[in-house]
């Protein structure tokens, strides 16, 4: 078990829909990453946050958004849904956002009809 | 644009063989280069890594092996087993810990 805890295991929409999913890193990590995966793209990076600020961002959408709170858990906002946006999607953390190796949460997966 | 290139997609190997999956990058600032080992309905976790000032790293039946002046780095599994059956993905690092991903390997151990 990695300790990277994420929230839901798996969630069914719709297109245009709205959808919220939730990391708890790892006790002592600062750093929180946010990773697409799809068959045909493999792990893409989306966004990375450390100690509630923005790191760094890949190819987010601009309908998709993220935060990390205070108490460091982050979440990954995705907006207007579309059937191409049915992907796993991975949280990882880190100790810091500099040279520490990431760890993996067990990930999200979208399903968008 | 992928930044690392991962083959084969996938791989039948005989238990007791040896699994070899090689990566490619052209990024010379690519600074740690980690391997992934992934379970169908979990995440990526890190099973061994380099940093490019070494040729060679070996843990257990695990090793990497790295070419910097080719600018690439493999994998090999010896005495593969049913149980090493998993999703294998590289990756390589930039300054501010972004990492890079391969489009993985699905390796299967046949007893």
């Known amino acids: 078990d990695s300790g990277v805890t994420q929230t839901p295991k798996h969630l069914i929409t719709a297109t245009g829909q709205r959808v919220t999913l939730r990391c708890s890193p790892r006790s002592g990590d600062l750093s929180v990453y946010w990773y697409q995966q799809s068959l045909d793209q493999g792990l893409q990076f989306l966004i990375q946050y450390y100690n509630g600020e923005e790191r760094a961002k890949g190819n987010i959408l601009e309908r998709f958004s993220a935060q990390q709170f205070p108490d460091l858990h982050s979440e990954l906002n995705l907006s207007s849904l579309e059937l191409g946006d049915s992907a796993l999607y991975f949280c990882?953390?880190?100790?810091?956002?500099?040279?520490?190796?990431?760890?993996f949460g067990n990930g999200t997966r979208l399903t968008v009809t | 644009q992928q930044q690392v290139k991962q083959s084969p997609q996938s791989l039948i190997v005989q238990k007791g063989g040896i699994s070899i999956i090689n990566c490619a990058y052209e990024n010379t600032a690519f600074d740690y280069f980690p391997w992934y080992q992934q379970f169908p309905g979990k995440g990526p976790a890190l099973l061994i890594a380099i940093r490019p000032d070494v040729s060679e790293k070996k843990e257990g039946r695990f090793t990497i092996s790295f070419n910097k002046s080719a600018k690439q780095f493999s994998l090999h599994i010896m005495d593969s087993q049913p149980g090493d059956s998993a999703t294998y993905f590289c990756?390589?690092?930039?300054?501010?810990?972004?990492?890079?991903f391969g489009t993985g390997t699905s390796l299967t151990v046949i007893p």
């Open positions: 990756a390589a690092r930039l300054t501010g810990n972004q990492f890079y």
């Open positions: 990882a953390s880190s100790v810091d956002g500099v040279r520490s190796p990431l760890h």
